[in-house]
């Protein structure tokens, strides 16, 4: 029996490639957009859900339900970006961001375990993102989201376990997507006292993201997680270097740290 996937933000980038992979190896998949009328072409079906909007949670997952009759895989996929000195970002972009990228997925979250706990089985997994492990200067607020994503992965994970429901991370670093164009930008203020650090900072996301690769490297890693019987906390998928970054953050003391950092991003 095909197991039944729900991937959100599935028309684009990382969770198009995610669900169509999964999709190509025989699982029933449901992606999710906020205009899915406008991807009726995909080969899997795509349904109506805004992260932000718990009512067009409680539809799509009620339309899973009352055609397959179960869930068995949740990949919160569905993600914004943010940039901007923490000082000049306004409050209420931030707000909107952990909206998106940790309520929103939480929320989901919550919704299906009803039913994985009924069927006790499942598997959920959050996609973080290397920026998550680090507070990186100009995306501070990006970090802080994808950070609070992972940890509370790890508390889900414990209170989840005794219900035979699987919960992992996985954080991809820069690969070719069309994230930058939902990503709120505070602007570069041409008085700011920040104007050359984070305009040049700015040119150096935009440049990781013009080069960066596929990501059909997420989708195999969602498939190979899909297929394992227990699953690592969280997982990391990007080039060495950016992966390695991760394992500096543990072994480097933090302020060793921080100045590779400034000296990366020239701050």
Not at 62 to 71: A, C, D, Q, T, V
Request: with cysteine; glycine share 6%; proline share 6%.
């Amino acid at each position: 029996m095909a197991q039944i996937v729900l991937v959100t933000g599935a028309s684009s980038g990382i969770g198009r490639s995610i669900a169509m992979l999964l999709h190509q190896h025989n699982f029933k998949v449901y992606g999710t957009s906020r205009q899915p009328e406008k991807y009726a072409d995909l080969p899997y079906a795509m349904l109506a859900l805004d992260v932000k909007k718990t009512d067009t949670m409680d539809a799509a997952l009620s339309e899973i339900l009352k055609r397959e009759g179960r869930i068995d895989v949740l990949i919160n996929n569905a993600g914004v970006g943010i940039t901007g000195p923490l000082e000049e970002t306004p409050i209420i972009e931030s707000k909107k961001a952990f909206d998106t990228n940790f309520f929103g997925p939480m929320a989901l979250i919550n919704k299906v375990l009803p039913t994985m706990r009924a069927q006790r089985s499942g598997c959920i997994i959050n996609i973080t993102s290397i920026a998550g492990y680090m507070g990186l200067p100009f995306r501070g607020v990006y970090s802080a989201t994808k950070g609070a994503l992972a940890l509370v992965t790890e508390a889900y994970r414990i209170e989840l376990a005794p219900f035979n429901i699987k919960v992992c991370s996985i954080a991809p670093g820069d690969f070719s997507t069309n994230i930058a164009a939902g990503r709120f930008h505070a602007p570069v203020l041409k008085e700011s006292d920040y104007a050359k650090t984070y305009g040049q900072t700015l040119t150096l996301i935009d440049s990781h993201v013009d080069h960066a690769p596929s990501p059909e490297p997420m989708a195999q890693k969602v498939l190979a997680i899909i297929n394992t019987k227990d699953p690592k906390p969280h997982y990391a998928v990007g080039s060495w270097l950016q992966r390695f970054s991760i394992v500096l953050k543990k072994l480097l003391p933090q302020k060793r740290y921080e100045k590779m950092l400034r000296n990366h991003y020239k701050v």
